[in-house]
């Protein structure tokens, strides 16, 4: 099976590049250094740049671990195994939409983009189809800028996890194709934590992507369907929110995984869709 990849040049999207190519050849890969296209609200671009200079000084531990993440994965895969690379500075420029006309692929794989737009998703959709990349259980936990940070500062330690879905033009709205939660015993560092939560990302888009390729049944389960969810923005992730999410790892997050009942309770009140559900 051919498939085009959507996505940023960050280290773990080459890590998932490199998995994917086990399994599917990759005609070509759009990076995008996901610029909007329109400016955000000065009001909105002020909340965002003061949560940054926040968090770098008071809550540190969110930056350190995601850039040792990324520079564990670039010591770990180097290159890109594709036909074709592109650069774009937003994934619904037009050579994003004429890279999948003149390839054609069986499918598109998203993983890291900014939202794509209706004449990208309509085009890989002629071809195809077009997939996505949650990394967070939907439609509970949707949004960002990391539903895992989100999860914690929340206390849901049950929703850590992720979704593979496919794409329509909402944020993380498209119907599921499969959750899982990510597997975790509570005696992580919170390094750790979104260690495992990437590589479980990266094991549940494989097995996705394989079993489309294999032509099985997969799912297509309306998130409606299963519940409400809430959805974070970006601009809510402040350093109250980051306290909140040290606070609730250090002292509960262990306990937590400790409490079987608890677990057990918790567990049972989020719908998963299995793989094997189609």
Known sequence: MRIIVLTNSQGNQKALIHKLSKVCDISAVVFSDNIPRRKPKKIASARGFVNSVG?????PEFRNVWNKALATYEDLYSGVPASE????DNVNDVRTKEAIERHAPDLVVVSGTNLVGGRVISTAQ?????VNLHTGISPYVKGGPNCTNWCLAKGW????GNTIMWLDKGIDTGNIIATER????????LFEVHWKVMEHAHDLYVRAVERIK?????ASVPQAALADGVEFRSVQWNVLEMRRALRNFRLRYRQYFEDPTTVERMSGSVSLVSLNHG
């Open 85 to 88: 690379i592109l650069r774009v």
């Open 157 to 160: 330690f049950h929703l850590i």
């Open 182 to 189: 990510t597997p975790l015993a509570g005696d992580e560092s």
């Open 126 to 130: 002629r071809t195809g189809g077009i």
């Open 55 to 59: 968090g770098r000084f008071l809550a």
């Open 214 to 218: 294999n032509r099985q049944p997969v």
